[in-house]
Every structure is written in structure tokens, then in C-alpha cells.
Nanobody, 116 residues
Framework: QVQLVESGGGSVQAGDSLRLSCAASGHSASSAAMAWFRQAPGKDRRFVASISWGGDDTHYEDSVKGRFTISRDNAKTMVYLQMNNLKPEDTAVYYC?????????WGQGTQVTVSS
């Protein structure tokens, strides 16, 4: 059984930074590649970034490259998303999940709102 709990969202101004955290529990999460996804109002949930179990292989959606950084701490079974230079188009609910994602693992997400 995997449980994923996201936190760290908030309301910020364009250009600000936020660090999202994902607390993962369960055997599958401790040995899996992990990813962040986001769902903007009225849109489908979409991939943002992923990281291998060892942390040495990362991938990013084009619009966040150079601004977002995904990382993980396997000892704490935590996954992070450092978001810098935030833009209004980054406004969304952010979720973490395994790679590939598993529908039953979706948590509540954390809301990020960026105003111009």
C-alpha cells in the first residue's frame, strides 16, 4: 500500500519560489522512480518532472526546464520540487506519484497559485 501526501503549496507572486514536498510511504514508493504532475483549472493532469530511484536521472516538461528542480531523499522517502521564477501559468494543483503513475496512489495534491 502506497500513500503519498503533498505539501508546500501556496499563493505567491510571479517570480517567487516555492518548494513542494511529497511524503511517500509503502514498499513500492521506497524503490520507485517518482514524478510530479499538475492539473490546472479546466485541464487534464500533466507531467511536470520525474526522478529515478537513485536520483541521477531526471526529466522535465519543457515549460519548467531551468526553473524547476526535482530531488529526493530516500532515507526519508521524500520527493521535492523546487520551483523558481514562478509564472501565472504554473498555477495548478500539484501531485506526486510513482513512475509509471498508479491511479489509486493519487493524493489530495497541493495548490499553487501564482499571480502576476
Amino acid at each position: 500500500q502506497v500513500q503519498l501526501v503533498e505539501s508546500g503549496g501556496g499563493s505567491v507572486q510571479a517570480g517567487d519560489s516555492l518548494r513542494l514536498s511529497c511524503a511517500a510511504s509503502g514498499h513500492s514508493a521506497s524503490s520507485a522512480a517518482m514524478a510530479w504532475f499538475r492539473q490546472a483549472p479546466g485541464k487534464d493532469r500533466r507531467f511536470v518532472a520525474s526522478i529515478s530511484w537513485g536520483g541521477d536521472d531526471t526529466h522535465y516538461e519543457d515549460s519548467v526546464k531551468g526553473r524547476f528542480t526535482i530531488s529526493r531523499d530516500n532515507a526519508k522517502t521524500m520527493v521535492y520540487l523546487q520551483m523558481n521564477n514562478l509564472k501565472p501559468e504554473d498555477t495548478a494543483v500539484y501531485y506526486c506519484n510513482t513512475v509509471p503513475y498508479t491511479d489509486r496512489y493519487w493524493g489530495q495534491g497541493t495548490q499553487v497559485t501564482v499571480s502576476s
